[in-house]
C-alpha cells in the first residue's frame, strides 16, 4: 500500500440533516465522526466520493 497514493480526508461538518446518498458517501470514505481524519486511497471512486461530499470535508495530500 506504501506505493499507491493516499488523500487524508477530514469530516469537518456533521451530516445531520444531509441526503441519504451524501451521508452513504461519508460513511463510504470511512468517516464516522465530526474531526476525524481517515487516509483513503486516491482512486477515481474514493475522488467521486470526495467530489460529491467536498462541502463537508477538508482534503489533504498524505
Known amino acids: 500500500m ?3 497514493k493516499l488523500v487524508n480526508v477530514t469530516l469537518v461538518k456533521s451530516t445531520i440533516g444531509r441526503l441519504p446518498a451524501h451521508k452513504a458517501c461519508v460513511a ?6 465530526m ?5 483513503v486511497i486516491d482512486t477515481p471512486e474514493n475522488r467521486g466520493m470526495i467530489n460529491k461530499v467536498s462541502y463537508l470535508l477538508k482534503v489533504e495530500e498524505a
Open 2 to 4: 506504501s506505493d499507491k
Open 35 to 39: 474531526h476525524q481524519t481517515v487516509a
Open 28 to 33: 463510504g470514505l470511512g468517516l464516522r465522526k
